[in-house]
């Protein structure tokens, strides 16, 4: 079946430092691939998708590639802040009626 | 933007009582709601897929007479853990599914089954 693996946290950064946090993916076809992110307290929000190979989804400052050829999603920001710690999900989905599959969730906390 | 509610944040029992969470989206009507159930370092696994007014369909391995799902109204389904054990405890978080089919999560529910 469909499954999402993305890197172990936690992460740890300094302020301004950059940020990637990989993901690779199995599935059949060409699914969607979508980042999101959860914040203390909060309900997870979508950070950014990309629905076919090649394109490039952006929001926030962070950027994610969908790379048909390495079925990777890798999540980079240049610059982090503080306000980013939070946990950031990898998921995938082949269609709006079907169910996301995450990954584990990776935590990234950011230290002024 | 849309906002989905989920009740309570957390909750601790004892062994052999019954929990109930509730997920309600507050400004859009989800004929569709996922509940999911993330162990430690796991994945978030999908437990069940909720439509309004009909029975919820559970994915593989999942005791449907243990985790009683309701999907009563547009706006709210409810997961009943039943007869709760440790084993139970997890983090349980619910989405719906807006008319434009966008996705929305609740905060999600820590249980702690002593």
């Known amino acids: 079946g469909d499954s999402v693996t993305q890197m172990e946290g936690p992460v740890t950064l300094s302020e301004e430092a950059f940020l990637t946090i990989n993901c690779t993916y199995t599935a059949t076809g060409y699914p969607s691939l979508f980042w999101y992110v959860q914040y203390p307290g909060e309900g997870l929000q979508l950070l950014l998708k990309?629905?076919?190979?090649?394109d490039k989804g952006s929001n926030k400052g962070f950027e994610a590639t969908y790379r048909k050829e390495t079925t990777s999603f890798h999540l980079e920001k240049g610059s982090v802040q503080v306000s980013d710690s939070a946990v950031y999900f990898c998921?995938?989905?082949?269609?709006?009626?079907?169910?996301?599959?995450f990954g584990k969730g990776t935590r990234l906390s950011v230290i002024a | 933007g849309a906002v989905v509610s989920q009740h309570p944040s957390r909750v601790i029992c004892k062994s052999g009582t019954s929990v109930k969470i509730e997920c309600r989206s507050l400004d859009f009507q989800a004929t569709t709601m996922f509940w999911y159930r993330q162990f430690p370092k796991q994945s978030l696994m999908l437990m069940a897929t909720s439509n309004e007014g009909s029975k919820a369909t559970y994915e593989q391995g999942v005791e449907k007479d243990k985790f009683l799902i309701n999907h009563a109204s547009l706006t709210l389904s409810t997961l009943t853990v039943t007869s709760a054990h440790p084993e139970d405890s997890s983090f349980y978080i619910c989405?719906?599914?807006?008319?434009?089919?966008?996705?929305?999560f609740g905060s999600g529910t820590q249980l702690s089954v002593l």
């Open positions: 989405s719906a599914r807006d008319p434009n089919e966008k996705l929305f």
């Open positions: 998921a995938l989905s082949h269609s709006g009626n079907t169910p996301l599959v």
């Open positions: 990309a629905t076919k190979a090649d």
